[in-house]
């Protein structure tokens, strides 16, 4: 089992700034990627970047350049970087820790979820 904490959200105005935590603990070497997800009311949860265990990262189009993932793997946490915020970015985000496949499938169910952290983007 790996238990995810995210941190970090809150209130802030377009064109601001705000850095998301996610503190990772348990059975973290099960694991070799993570990411973080966010779903918008009304809206499906949507993927907004990923990390991998050897540092590749994934970034949806909507956030590339605005976004940044990273890692501390001696802290056992992952953060987004979040710059030039627009009210469309208001969302619950959510950190995901998975086993991938290959092709990009979960591998024996290890596939897990914090309890999300809310971002709203005000104008």
């Known amino acids: 089992q790996v238990r995810l904490v995210e941190s970090g959200g809150g209130l802030v105005q377009a064109g601001g700034s705000l850095r998301l935590s996610c503190a990772a603990s348990?059975?973290?070497?099960?694991?070799?990627?993570m990411g973080w997800y966010r779903q918008a009311p009304g809206k499906q949860r949507e993927l907004v970047a990923t990390?991998?265990?050897?540092?590749?990262?994934n970034y949806a189009d909507a956030v590339k350049g605005r976004f940044t993932i990273s890692r501390d793997k001696a802290k056992n946490t992952m953060y987004l970087q979040m710059n030039s915020l627009k009210p469309e970015d208001t969302a619950v985000y959510y950190c995901?820790?998975?086993?991938?496949?290959?092709?990009?499938?979960?591998?024996?169910?290890?596939?897990?979820w914090g309890k999300g952290t809310l971002v709203t983007v005000s104008l």
């Open positions: 995901n820790a998975a086993l991938m496949g290959p092709a990009g499938q979960v591998l024996y169910g290890r596939d897990y």
């Open positions: 348990g059975s973290i070497f099960s694991i070799n990627v």
């Open positions: 990390i991998n265990s050897g540092g590749s990262t």
